[in-house]
């Protein structure tokens, strides 16, 4: 069954505090995404990934850092996290086309 | 760079209705893709169609390339269709996606 999977699903930090989101998926996908959602933004791409230590800064990457040492598994980490990162992250994988798989999400709250 | 305009806004229907919910692309696209998600939801592929016309259930998705657009077509609508239509653009390169803003609908009794 394909699936990606997102840890945790619900977060609450103190501004400074350092956060770390995980995303797994089983499916072999080469790309894997991260994104924010906000009210009204829509979802805005953070990183990409293409495979293992293959990264690309997407639309909004200040503030944040990614890693991906095995292909299944991408994270998303947080450096002193600020109130405004208050959001929703999902992230998503493909294989060789344009067709994603999101994962539950993650609801981080930052005080 | 690309934009993605997604119509209408928001909809709504009485049970039984149908909806054609459209998007169209400012660039030539590799891609289109069509989620559905439910409030505090994740997004739920509807379908994958990046061209010609796809169908699944009361569900048919139609992409014209040449045109730029794409839409969704829900036929007898039903209360359980309520929620958020994204259509997200692939485009030349980079296998980055773009995102339409979405349209809300909801289906009443």
């Known amino acids: 069954d394909m699936k990606v999977t997102q840890m945790p699903r619900y977060l609450i930090k103190r501004m400074g505090e350092n956060v770390l989101l995980e995303c797994g998926q089983d499916m072999s996908h080469e790309t894997m995404y991260w994104y924010r959602q906000d009210p009204g933004l829509g979802l805005q791409l953070i990183y990409i990934s293409y495979d293992v230590d293959s990264n690309s800064e997407g639309d909004i990457p200040k503030g944040y850092r990614v890693s991906r040492k095995k292909r299944e598994h991408f994270s998303l980490i947080l450096d002193s996290a600020k109130t405004n990162q208050t959001s929703v992250y999902f992230c998503?994988?493909?294989?060789?086309?344009?067709?994603?798989?999101f994962g539950p999400g993650t609801r981080l709250t930052v005080l | 760079g690309q934009q993605v305009q997604q119509s209408p806004t928001s909809l709504v229907l009485q049970e039984g209705e149908n909806a054609e919910l459209q998007c169209n692309f400012s660039t030539s696209l590799n891609s289109m893709q069509w989620f559905y998600q439910r409030p505090g939801g994740s997004l739920i592929s509807v379908f994958y169609n990046p061209s010609g016309t796809k169908q699944s259930g009361r569900l048919t998705s139609t992409t014209v390339i040449k045109e730029r657009r794409s839409s969704l077509h829900i036929s007898s609508s039903q209360i359980t269709d309520s929620g958020t239509y994204l259509c997200?653009?692939?485009?030349?390169?980079?296998?980055?996606?773009?995102f339409g803003s979405g349209t809300r609908l909801l289906v009443s009794p």
């Open positions: 997200a653009m692939g485009g030349t390169g980079g296998y980055k996606v773009v």
């Open positions: 998503a994988s493909s294989w060789t086309s344009y067709e994603q798989y």
